[in-house]
């Protein structure tokens, strides 16, 4: 079979090449303003944060040789020769890695019930007043725009030394960054059964129960499993102010330059977190799709 092709007059394609040049400079054009602004917008923020790359280059020395030293014993022989020496406080310090898992377990189920209980308020598609959702919004914002450790110390001064002030601080914490989460997955939760259901003359309770939850429910613990992952790191971080567990035993060993402890427990954070990250996305994966790992 013949195919006929059809060739434009070199006047009428010297014209569209002509066109495709003018719009390639005028992206590349485009590209190297942005790019030339991105940097200025750098230079001018640098400066202002006054971020000296002369102290920097100065001063990284010393960051290389704490990292020497905490990978070195007391006898001078690296950490890894002699693990014995290395983690002689592993018993202690997966006691308090274990209340640091507990502060992250109590607070993260707590934020999130918090937030079940407030998102259908936040959604612009479920909540019942518009007065009612900017407050709630508001709540919401306020509660995950302070950082946690912040949370923290405020509650340490309050309710003293100890996990109490962990658990409340990644509460609160949590119910506004879940709040937000929740309240975006029910506004994109299809309206249609709350239509039908409304129809039968059922409560605003009801609505929600048997329309916008089983929709969303998965949603909410793929987001909760998530969430405990980030409240881990954060209450080991929380340690630093008292807010109890690991934290506070490796701020210990940072300010008496217990060197080799510091390597020793961070490596055991780290080893937890990794954990953690893993068994929470295979739970996830089997409950929800592979799609919920990422």
Request: proline share 2%; with cysteine; glycine share 8%.
């Amino acid at each position: 079979m013949t195919v006929a092709v059809s060739i434009l007059p070199e006047q009428q394609l010297a014209a569209l090449n002509a066109a495709y040049r003018k719009a390639v400079a005028r992206r590349r054009l485009q590209v190297t303003g942005g790019l030339a602004l991105f940097i200025v917008a750098l230079i001018v923020a640098a400066v202002g944060a006054e971020v000296n790359l002369r102290t920097f280059f100065t001063y990284f020395g010393n960051f290389i040789s704490y990292f020497d030293r905490i990978f070195t014993l007391d006898s001078g022989q690296r950490v890894w020769t002699d693990f014995r020496e290395w983690f002689w406080g592993l018993h202690k310090w997966l006691k308090l890695l274990g209340e640091t898992l507990l502060i992250s377990y109590v607070g993260t189920l707590s934020g999130a019930v918090l937030a079940f209980a407030l998102n259908f308020f936040a959604a612009e598609n479920t909540s019942p007043a518009p007065w009612l959702r900017f407050t709630v919004r508001r709540l919401l914002e306020f509660a995950r725009t302070v950082p946690g450790i912040v949370f923290a110390l405020i509650f340490v001064i309050a309710f003293g030394l100890g996990p109490m002030a962990g658990v409340l601080a990644i509460a609160i914490h949590s119910t506004g960054a879940l709040g937000k989460l929740f309240s975006e997955i029910v506004e994109n939760a299809d309206m249609k059964p709350v239509e039908g259901i409304r129809s039968t003359g059922a409560s605003w309770i009801a609505c929600m129960r048997f329309a916008i939850l089983p929709q969303v429910s998965a949603g909410y613990a793929s987001y909760t499993l998530l969430r405990f992952e980030i409240n881990v790191r954060e209450a080991s971080v929380m340690g630093f102010v008292g807010a109890g567990g690991i934290g506070q035993e490796l701020i210990v060993a940072i300010r008496k330059f217990y060197y080799s402890d510091v390597s020793a427990i961070l490596v055991t954070i780290i080893v937890t977190v990794f954990l953690i990250d893993i068994t929470t996305g295979w739970v996830r994966g089997r409950l929800f799709g592979k799609e919920a790992r990422n």
